[in-house]
Each structure stands twice: as C-alpha cells, then as structure tokens.
C-alpha cells in the first residue's frame, strides 16, 4: 500500500506535464477535428525560447513572457500557412502537413542549437518534504496545483467569456456558429495560441527541473499528451487533465513494479485499448450525428 | 605554366626528395595513415586524439625511421570513415593505420582493413565488438566489459561495501555491459545486489526508481550511464537525500556532467583511462609538454591518441620494417609498452591488458583515488 501510494505521488508531475500538454491537443481537435502532431515541438520550442531569452539577460518572468508570446505567434502562423489552406481538402492531408510540421521544427532547432542537449540556466530546487515512510517533492506539489489552477482558468474563459464561448460554439457545430457571427479564422488561432501557451510553461517547468532540453523533448512528450488526450476524452478540458495524471501515475507504477522497461509502450497500449473499447475516452461524450 | 612544364616540375622534384632520401640510406621510411573525426558532432575526441599524436611526432625525433603520417577525415560517420579508409589504403598506401575513436565508425573501418590485411590501432573504441575476431585489428584503450570488473573492485575493496543497486540505461548495450560485469565480479567478492533498476534515455524524471534506492539504503549506487540522464539522476538523488555513495563508467567524464548535475556530481567515482592528476612522472611531463603546446589539459583521447603514435613508433623501430605483416604480428605481441595510459599488453582477441583509473568528483576538479590492474586476463 506505501508502494502504491508513493507511485501516485511520483506520478502526479510527470502527468500534470502530460495533462498541460494534452489541453491543446484536446482543444484544437475540438475546434477542427484534426490531430495537430507539430503540438509536441511547441513544448520544446517553449523552452528553447525561454533559455534564449534568459541568456540575453531577461529575468524569468519576462523570458517566460516572451516565449509565451513568441511560441503563440509561431502555432497560428504555422496554422495560417499550413493548415489553413488545406482545410477544405480531406482530413489526411493536415495531418501530414503537420508531421512534415513537426518535423522541420526538430531540425530548424538542431541546426540553430546543436542536436546536443544544453544546460538550462534556471532551475526549481526539488527538495522533499517526509510524511512517515513516504516522502514529496514541494516542486511537484507546484507544478500539480499549477496545473489544475490554468485548467481552472482555462475553464472560466471558455464558459464565461465571449471569445471562450466562441471556441465552444465553434467546436459544437462549426456552420452555425459562423451562421451566429462567430470569426471563424480568429477563434481557430485563438484556440492554437492558448494551446501553445500552456505547451510552453509545460516545457518551461521540464526544463527547469530536469536543468537540460534537447531538440527532440517534444517528440515523447507529444506522444504520451496525444495517448492522455485520447484516454480523457478528446476535446474535453477536463479530460485531457484526467488523462494526463492516469498515464503519468500508471507509467510510475510501473517502474515502482519493477516494469520500467515496458513504460514507454504502455502510453500506447491504453491508446490501442481506449480507441477499441471506448473511442469517446473517458469523459468524451458520444454525439448523435444527424443525416 | 603549362601543364606539360607542370609535370616536368612535379617529376624533378620527386627525384631530388628520393635523391635526398636516398642520401641517408639506413633510415627506413613508413607510411602511418591517421583517420579521425576531425568535423562533426564528435569532432572534440577526434582533435584531442590528433594533438596526442601530433605531440608525440614531435617528440619522437630518431634519425633511423622516418615516419610520414596521411590524415583522413572520417566527419563522424561511419560512412565517410568506410570512405577515408579507403583512400588511405589504395591511394596513399599506408603501411599502418591509427584509426577512429568512436566505436561505430571504427566498426566500419574495421572490415575494411580486415579485407586488405593492413593493421589498424584504435586509440579510443571501447566497444567490444571492434576487434572482435579480427586479425588486423587492435585498441589503445580498455573494454567497456572492464569497467564494470573494475568499479565492483574499487567498491568492494576500496569502499568496503556489502550491498549494491544498480541503475542501468535499458536503451544502451554499454551500459547492460558494465553492469553485468559489475554484478558477476561484486558477487563474487562477496557483495550482495540489492536490485538492478532500469530507465529509459527518454525518461526525464528518476523519482520512481530513487525511491527504491532511498527505502533499501545500499552501500553504493553503480548508475553507469551517459551524462544527460546520469546528470538528473544524481541531481534527484540529492533531493532525496540518498547516502549511498555513487559509481559510474567513463560515460560521466566529461564537462557536460557536472552542468547538468550542478554539484550533486561531488563525491561521486568515475572510472576512466588515465587521470592528469597522476603522479607518475611520465604522465606529469606528459601533461605539461601538451598543456605547454595548446594551452589546455589533455583529455584521456589525447593520451590514447600519445599512446597509439608512440606504439606505432617504437614497433617499426624495433623490427625495423615497414611491412604490414610484420608490423601485424608485432602489435598481436606487445608486452608491456609504457604508456601515458599505463602498461599495455594486448590479450589474444587485441585487447589491451592495461589499468582503469578511477576518480573521485571534487569541487571543480577530478582527485586521482588509484589506478586498478586487472587481475588475469579476461580470456
């Protein structure tokens, strides 16, 4: 029982990561339908900015500022030149500009920065507080309530705001709500820049823990957040959140079981699992689609 | 100039050098080919190999042989070294080769030479399976098996240790390798392996894994592993306040480490090919003649680089020829060549017998601890 909860408490940052990851997968395939596979390059984009910005000297909240802004104005950008003219095509062909997507901003990186990893010049301390046998880090418990806190947030500003109701108009029917007035093109790079923000603290808090990022971080963590979306429900805030936390506190106990070297399969079992036994996820609702 | 007087130059020229080396008749001329990474991502090894050599022919000034060295650049691939091999062998017709510091490309290069039956040393591959079953290739250096033969040694005699976990990196067969032979020889010394742990070099955080080492509280902790993810786990292990002392391969001794470690790296033992804090006088005059010519310490690639040169030297002086046969069978003998990487015998598969050194992490440096022979020959 101490194992067992010791790995849910291992799990909780790894998937409050995954969960912060998963949002903006879940919220532009709410939007558009279309699994955007260049989100996991937003992550390590995030970070390579933040470090940028941080060795030319700007204090963290402004380096984390900045990339927030930099790294958004990428993910619409590549939306309006990538995306945006296939739009009318078949669902396919986005999603094969989106690997090529993905792909182009692991080398661009590789290229400006060395495939190397690079030392990151700020990092959270992760001392651990015991309770009894068990013990936490205080860094963990931050980013966990970080999380439910921009999830929190998030939540408000799709329920209670005009543009938030916009993206949920848009994702319930897309023809009506342009029919009610709803700008369709803005409210989509609405939806790509809040993706992208919550992309970038993520990759922020990875590199600031691990103290190094590396052009391909994304490429895992893109993964595992488009398992965790899926396993929630995708399209859902809430299940992207619940999805991320289930997989990093089942990936940690499988290593505390001693499984460590079936981890990075299991993201992907449960994927092949959820789409065959419940393809809406786990808070997805199922929609009548009328003919 | 025409291209008609061009070669006449060219042809006169070519006689007066075999004018002038026919003058000193007992000085026996051999062609050393040198290939290395000299661009590319692992350029760093391949220039520190290459000032080792290039201080060693400077040093080496005897008047009876008369070393010419062909450099190839491999720009760390496997396919350009394949490439360079190539041209050493049949345009420049070296008699020896100094050939790769890293394993996959000295692989490539390998089978070539195999096939042209023209010896070839390699200053730093560790890789097993560079000179496995070839007869025409050699290495300066020790196995990555030893490593881990060498740390359950250390751990056992020096530490005093009785229980161990071990960390090990599922996705490297380096890594498997220094752990299984850390485990056989720690056990056999009468050590007890608590639990053999696995990561992943995509996992970014330990915490599961350390928690295991934190509850079991072993003697030493052996993580022999690269430094991107060494650097985290030995960060986390602070964190979580983990005492046991921890022991790794040659995979932590570079720079890079301590960056990412930030500190956590102190106290902490590495096993590696020779150490610039040495006392013995030759690597002291070593150091200082190098550190003198580039303005920076050398590395253990530019001690293997030293070491390989001085070996190709002393082994055409003594039989004085240049036949690649010959030369073949004289490093398949070497016996006790002193080193700046210590006394070097190579075993029957050309392996050398030869010491790993071990370092204690200090704060902003390395303390030489002590130099381990092994004890029989691995074969």
Redesign the interface.
């Known amino acids: 029982m101490l194992d067992f909860t010791q790995a849910i408490i291992d799990g909780i940052a790894i998937g409050s990561l995954y969960a912060l990851i998963a949002i903006g997968y879940s919220m532009v395939f709410g939007v558009l339908q279309f699994v955007n596979f260049a989100h996991g390059e937003l992550f390590m984009l995030g970070a390579y900015f933040v470090m940028l910005f941080l060795t030319m000297g700007a204090p963290l909240w402004v380096a984390i500022l900045f990339s927030l802004l930099s790294v958004g104005t990428i993910a619409v950008v590549i939306e309006r030149i990538a995306y945006k003219p296939l739009r009318k095509h078949s669902r396919l062909a986005p999603l094969i500009t989106a690997v090529a997507m993905s792909l182009f901003l692991q080398n661009i990186i590789q290229v400006l920065f060395s495939p190397n990893s690079l030392s990151f010049p700020i990092n959270i301390p992760g001392n651990i507080v015991t309770l009894g046998e068990l013990f936490v880090r205080i860094r963990d418990i931050g980013i966990f309530s970080l999380t439910l806190l921009l999830a929190f947030l998030l939540e408000l500003f799709l329920f209670k705001t005009k543009a938030g109701t916009g993206i949920r108009a848009l994702a319930m029917h897309a023809d009506a709500s342009k029919l009610c007035g709803v700008p369709f093109n803005r409210t989509v790079s609405l939806t790509f820049f809040i993706g992208a923000v919550l992309a970038v603290i993520a990759g922020t808090i990875q590199g600031m823990a691990t103290n190094q990022i590396f052009p391909l971080m994304g490429v895992n963590a893109g993964l595992k957040a488009f398992a965790a979306a899926v396993l929630g429900g995708i399209g859902e805030i809430r299940g992207a959140v619940l999805g991320g936390l289930v997989l990093g506190i089942s990936e940690s106990m499988l290593v505390s079981y001693g499984l460590s070297t079936y981890k990075d399969g299991f993201a992907f079992v449960i994927l092949i699992l959820v789409l065959l036994i419940r393809p809406q996820g786990i808070l997805g609702r199922t929609q009548l689609v009328k003919v | 100039m025409n291209f008609k007087n061009k070669k006449i130059v060219t042809y006169t020229f070519a006689a007066l050098v075999g004018l002038i080396g026919s003058l000193n008749a007992n000085a026996l001329d051999a062609k050393v080919g040198v290939l290395l990474p000299l661009t590319g991502?692992q350029a760093f090894y391949g220039k520190e190999a290459k000032n080792g050599i290039d201080l060693a022919r400077q040093e080496l000034t005897d008047s009876d042989i008369n070393l010419k060295i062909f450099v190839e650049d491999t720009q760390s691939t496997p396919v350009e070294a394949a490439k360079g091999i190539n041209k050493l062998i049949t345009s420049d017709r070296v008699n020896v080769i100094i050939a790769e510091v890293i394993s996959s490309n000295a692989i490539a290069a390998a089978s070539i030479t195999e096939k042209a039956k023209i010896p070839m040393l390699s200053p730093a591959a560790t890789n097993d399976a560079v000179t496995l079953g070839k007869k025409y290739v050699y290495r300066t250096c020790f196995i990555d098996s030893f490593q881990g033969v060498v740390m359950a040694d250390f751990a056992s005699q020096n530490l005093k240790a009785k229980t161990a976990i071990i960390l090990e990196d599922?996705d490297s067969d380096y890594s498997k390798g220094l752990s299984d032979n850390f485990i056989s020889t720690f056990e056999k010394e009468g050590g007890k392996i608590l639990k053999v742990?696995?990561?992943?070099q995509?996992?970014?955080?330990f915490?599961?894994?350390l928690?295991?080492v934190?509850?079991s509280k072993p003697d030493v902790l052996y993580i022999p592993g690269f430094h991107?993810q060494v650097?985290?786990i030995l960060?986390?292990a602070e964190?979580?306040?983990i005492k046991s002392k921890k022991l790794g391969g040659d995979g932590w001794y570079t720079p890079?480490l301590r960056?990412?470690a930030?500190g956590s790296e102190i106290g902490g033992y590495t096993s590696t090919h020779y150490s610039t804090d040495s006392d013995d006088p030759s690597v002291k005059a070593f150091v200082e003649a190098y550190t003198k010519k580039y303005k920076a310490k050398p590395s253990a690639h530019a001690a293997l680089g030293y070491d390989s040169y001085k070996i190709i030297h002393s082994i055409i002086k003594e039989i004085k020829s240049s036949d690649p046969e010959k030369i073949n069978n004289a490093l398949a003998n070497l016996k006790d060549f002193k080193g700046i990487t210590g006394s070097i015998t190579m075993d029957k598969n050309h392996n050398p017998i030869k010491p790993a050194v071990i370092l204690e992490y200090i704060p902003n440096g390395y303390k030489f601890i002590t130099s381990i022979k092994p004890k029989v020959s691995s074969n």
């Open positions: 991502t599922s742990l696995k990561y992943s995509k996992d970014t955080s915490t599961s894994q928690g295991d934190r509850k991107q650097g985290v960060r986390e964190d979580l306040k890079d960056k990412i930030k």
